[in-house]
């Protein structure tokens, strides 16, 4: 899948986020936010220029999303999103209502939208996660001009094959028809028990680039 094809997921089948910043005292600040249109520049949301929520995100120019959609734990998917922001002023507000009709209950006169604004998510990376799926599913992507990075467990050539992190694997997802064995980054859990269980110094957790 292409970024693309998660903005369609993240706006139009889930559309509702968590949405972290920053405060003036470095600690984590959370809050609940529609995710209102999409481009091939980013993603699109709303908020008051007098919101506290709003002044971190100028300041810091950074959010982390968090998405999810499902009726129980195993029937659920969840996105991530983490990148850089900035205030586009008015100029989408309108598509941004007519997209989302119910803003206008919530401003419904023109004098009452003079303090909103539009941000753009326009570069960053990001991760599904779906329990739903046998084994498990995670992909990675990123937009805009960004180098982005992921954690995962890779098994280095010092594996000698004993299948110790094979038997550990929750989600069988250790291929172990040469040596050294492949993890399918993929249907990984990132649980660590291949790490744990291997006597060989063989797996590494490593910052990869996609």
Not at 57 to 80: C, F, V, W
Not at 125 to 144: A, C, H, Q, T, V
């Amino acid at each position: 899948m292409n970024y693309k094809e998660f903005f369609k997921i993240i706006v139009e089948d889930i559309h509702t986020s968590t949405a972290a910043t920053v405060d003036d005292d470095m600690l984590p600040v959370t809050c609940v936010i529609d995710m209102m249109d999409w481009d091939e520049k980013g993603l699109y949301f709303l908020t008051a220029k007098g919101k506290k929520f709003c002044d971190r995100l100028i300041k810091r120019k950074y959010i982390a999303l968090s998405l999810l959609k499902g009726e129980n734990t195993m029937s659920s998917l969840s996105i991530s999103v983490r990148g850089n922001v900035k205030d586009i002023g008015r100029e989408k507000l309108h598509s941004l209502f007519e997209k989302n009709k119910y803003m206008y209950e919530i401003y419904p006169t023109e004098r009452s939208r003079e303090s909103l604004t539009v941000l753009q998510i326009y570069s960053g990376s990001g991760e599904l996660f779906d329990l739903s799926k046998k084994p498990i599913r995670r992909e990675s992507f990123k937009f805009g001009e960004i180098k982005s990075y992921r954690m995962q467990y890779i098994i280095n050539d010092n594996c000698i094959g004993c299948g110790l992190c094979v038997a550990a694997c929750p989600q069988d997802c250790i291929d172990e028809s040469s040596v050294p064995f492949k993890i399918n980054q993929e249907s990984c859990l990132h649980c660590g028990n291949c790490s744990l269980e291997c006597q060989s110094d063989a797996v590494e957790f490593k910052n990869i680039e996609i």
